[in-house]
């Protein structure tokens, strides 16, 4: 269950949610994944652009 919900947050947050619970940190987690994300995004672009120049 653990792998689980590290693996999908979301399930956490849902289970989370039906015991009535709040999640220490939730707000700070979702805004490092979406920085991570981002920063894959810009990762791939830059690396589409090396490699139709090179």
Known sequence: ???????Q???LKTL???AGVTLPLW???CDDEQRVKGGR???SVSR???I???
């Open 1 to 7: 269950m653990i792998e689980l919900a590290n693996g």
């Open 27 to 29: 707000k700070e987690r």
């Open 9 to 11: 947050p979301e399930i």
């Open 41 to 43: 995004r810009l990762a």
């Open 16 to 18: 989370a949610g039906r």
């Open 48 to 50: 589409r652009a090396t």
């Open 52 to 54: 139709a120049h090179g």
